[in-house]
């Protein structure tokens, strides 16, 4: 705080400049290579440094690599948490479902490699490294559940629909949209839209 009691923020050290560097080039790497064809000479390459100084920051490989897991798992959940935190107070719960779909889709296919990387790793990488990422999925998840349970019990969303099962066959088809999406093809707002009405007309109370 300075002297006027205004907050202010210290810029981030040369350090952490450089470590953030190398976690964004291998998420990025990571999202378009895959596991297997993730080479820290590649990270290396994208971050600008040379590929013996990312063992001043990661332990190894897989360590980098689960830390931009667990980073994509972590930073849909907060984005999504932060625009359902930016909603009126009265929004309606379906509202905020289709809120909720709308800032998964646009984060994952425009804003985060991390997400991107997480989504598409998490079969291929080794199951230590999924422990992790595995207990942050499970916050982001219950954060979809409970968006559902409210919604039920507002009379928004059927009352015989198993909320469980929609939720993750949900998610599922959000999560391997990286797989087809070709925006050349379909607008990610289409995208959206479609999305959007699989719950509205697929789980909607009428």
């Known amino acids: 705080m300075d002297l006027t009691g205004t907050e202010t923020t210290r ?11 190398i ?9 378009r290579k895959g596991y297997a064809g993730t080479r820290l000479a590649d990270v ?13 920051y990661f332990s190894s490989r ?5 830390e931009v897991m667990w980073e994509g798992a972590h930073r849909v959940r ?9 909603m009126p107070d009265d929004s309606s719960a379906m509202d905020r479902l289709l809120v909720a779909v709308d800032a998964h889709l646009r984060y994952e296919l425009q804003v985060s490699d991390y997400a991107t990387a997480s989504i598409r790793n ?6 230590q490294l999924r422990v992790r990422p ?6 982001y998840s219950r954060l979809w559940r409970d968006l559902f349970v409210a919604a039920q019990q507002a009379g928004e969303v059927r009352a015989d629909l198993d909320v469980n099962t ?13 797989e087809w999406w070709n925006p050349r093809t379909r607008s990610l707002d289409e995208l959206v839209a479609t999305a959007q009405g699989m719950v509205r007309h697929g789980a909607g109370a009428g």
């Open 11 to 21: 810029p981030a050290s040369k350090s952490a400049q450089t470590r953030q560097r």
């Open 23 to 31: 976690l964004d080039a291998a998420a990025e790497v990571l999202s």
């Open 44 to 56: 290396a390459a994208v971050a600008g440094v040379q590929a013996p100084a990312i063992y001043y």
């Open 62 to 66: 897989d360590g980098l690599v689960e």
């Open 78 to 86: 907060v984005h999504v948490e932060e625009m359902l935190e930016a």
């Open 122 to 127: 998490a079969g291929h990488v080794p199951e």
């Open 134 to 139: 595995a207990a942050e999925e499970a916050l």
């Open 166 to 178: 929609f939720r993750l066959l949900l998610l599922g088809a959000m999560n391997w949209v990286v």
